[in-house]
């Protein structure tokens, strides 16, 4: 009897290292709804009771998940949650439809690399702006003149915008466009903006999740500021332009437009293997001058000490002097 629960144990010990995918390869995002997710003997899985008293279960590839939305009537065991916190993947309990976020949790495994060039440059107002203007051609792939100010960026991203969504309303034929977010009345939104909404949400969840895995602080934000999700904004605009927008008006006659809009959204990730361009993007925004082969911060799970003069010293050891 208790050698096969032995083995089932075994199996579910953390993973080492070596096992654990790189966020660059993960899947994109798993939006569940009314389910009961539960670690058994087998793995993580999402139970769902039916009429009839039996329960159908769907396991879930945790270890290759980047990111997994527990929507509205979800419930998770701490097994279930610690498994996925092992497996670095990151979880994000939302509203219905994953149209609002209410929190995340935060893989353990994570290396404070590229958090410190974060901090440094958002701390710095040059280096900050300089950030910003990356953020603005890698978005449009157009130059900014030299000594344009950070108003000036956001008025330049303001006209592309407003030219983009009547541009896209004239396509579709679709008349007196208005950009419009109002949890409150979801159901009277038209289905342009709910399946925006919709998108956008999902992408939020998928660009924390790979912001989150590369140690950086979602709340340091370059453009957006003031809340502790602003650097997730911040990146998730480099691509609406690109995949959300275009797809959210192209279900203007969806009867289910934020369900088809997740769809499709997974479906880009899929096609356009976005997850690794995320993570590019946000390593090419903190380093410019980044090389392919240095993309990958070896020995997450080294710690040190820092010190002014010297610079990381061992941690993990005694710097007393000697009395004797």
């Known amino acids: ?169 004239d396509k579709h034929r679709i008349r007196g466009f208005k950009r419009n977010y109002n949890p409150a009345n979801w159901d009277e939104q038209n289905p342009v903006n709910q399946a925006l909404s919709a998108a956008n949400t999902a992408l939020y969840g998928v660009v924390h999740a790979a912001i989150m895995a590369l140690g950086c602080s979602p709340a340091l934000g370059f453009v957006h500021s003031g809340k502790q999700h602003a650097f997730i904004y911040d990146v998730a605009d480099l691509y609406k332009a690109q995949h959300t927008i275009p797809m959210a008006f192209s279900l203007h006659k969806s009867a289910n437009p934020d369900r088809d809009a997740r769809r499709n959204l997974r479906e880009s990730f899929r096609l356009y293997r976005l997850m690794p361009t995320i993570v590019h993007d946000v390593q090419r925004l903190l380093d410019p001058e980044l090389d392919e082969e240095d993309s990958e911060v070896a020995d997450p799970e080294l710690v040190h000490l820092w010190d002014p003069d010297l610079g990381p010293v061992d941690a993990g050891v005694n710097h007393a002097e000697p009395d004797w």
């Open 1 to 169: 009897m208790t050698a096969p629960f032995t083995s089932a144990r075994r199996a579910l010990s953390a993973p080492t290292l070596a096992m654990l995918p790189r966020i660059a390869d993960s899947l994109s995002f798993l939006y569940l709804e009314n389910v009961r997710v539960v670690q058994d003997d087998t793995g993580v899985c999402a139970q769902v009771a039916k009429p009839d008293g039996a329960i159908d279960r769907v396991y879930l590839p945790v270890a290759s998940l980047a990111c997994v939305l527990m929507g509205t009537g979800t419930s998770a065991t701490n097994p279930a949650m610690a498994t996925m916190a092992r497996h670095g993947s990151t979880v994000l309990w939302t509203g219905a439809g994953a149209v609002r976020m209410y929190s995340a949790s935060q893989p353990s495994e994570l290396t404070t690399h590229w958090l410190e060039r974060q901090a440094r440059a958002w701390a710095d107002d040059t280096a900050r702006l300089a950030v910003a203007t990356r953020m603005y051609e890698m978005r449009f792939g157009a130059g900014v003149p030299e000594g344009t100010t950070l108003q000036q960026l956001r008025g330049l991203e303001g006209q592309r915008m407003r030219l983009m969504y009547q541009m896209l309303a």
